[in-house]
């Protein structure tokens, strides 16, 4: 999707995909990120989810496009920010949690530095077919070998996204070249979401994946 979308969605309030609370596959499975360390979450917007993680000490490195949704999340928490600066890109820190402004296709590891998991909630279902693959390579770059996986796609069956669907095939071909992946649960969360009922959908799921960056 192009930034000139999200900026919209952002700045008419059209975001109902944010929970009000912190995800329930993340609280379930969050042992599946290993030792508290330095936890990516891409597309990660003002999520709930990074402060959860940020209290059960990962130092959380988000990445969002819109700079009004990194902003919002510090706000609403009623804290200021440092603003950072590196090679051109531009973050918010406070404590252990940081967000980079920036497309995520163009973030680099000398930017963002090493990290010890990945926290995927919202990220790859965001996006359309075409930006798949090149968000699944930039995740392998950012992810040194070791990396821990947390994975939550959905699979439905709605005309459009996003949230796009996802299915174990994609997520198979996506990520198994470089982790080792397997699913851990499917749930049926339609009665959950009047939104998706709403645009058409007859069958939602939530898929929740883990997987490890395989070594070299």
Not at 21 to 34: E, Q, W
Not at 117 to 143: C, G, H, I, K, M
Not at 208 to 215: C, D, H, M, S, T
Request: hydrophobic letters at 45%; aromatic letters at 10%.
């Amino acid at each position: 999707m192009e930034k000139s979308f999200w900026e919209e969605t952002w700045g008419a309030g059209r975001i109902a995909f944010h929970l009000a609370d912190v995800n329930p596959r993340l609280a379930a499975h969050i042992d599946k990120l290993g030792t508290p360390g330095r936890v990516l979450v891409p597309l990660c917007g003002k999520t709930l989810d990074m402060t959860f993680l940020a209290a059960r000490g990962f130092h959380v490195v988000g990445v969002e496009f819109v700079e009004q949704a990194a902003q919002t999340y510090f706000a609403e928490a009623g804290v200021i920010p440092a603003r950072i600066e590196r090679h051109g890109f531009v973050a918010y820190q406070h404590q252990n949690v940081t967000i980079w402004v920036a497309d995520f296709l163009a973030i680099t590891p000398d930017v963002i530095g090493d990290v010890t998991a990945v926290y995927d909630r919202a990220a790859v279902v965001a996006l359309p077919e075409d930006l798949r693959a090149r968000y699944a390579q930039n995740l392998r770059a950012l992810s040194p070998s070791g990396t821990k996986l947390l994975l939550v796609t959905f699979e439905h069956d709605m005309p459009t996204g996003p949230p796009f669907s996802v299915s174990a095939d994609i997520v198979q071909t996506l990520y198994s070249e470089t982790f080792d992946l397997a699913m851990l649960e499917r749930v049926d969360v339609l009665a959950d979401n009047l939104r998706f009922k709403e645009r058409g959908a007859t069958r939602v799921h939530e898929a929740v994946w883990v997987g490890q960056r395989r070594l070299g």
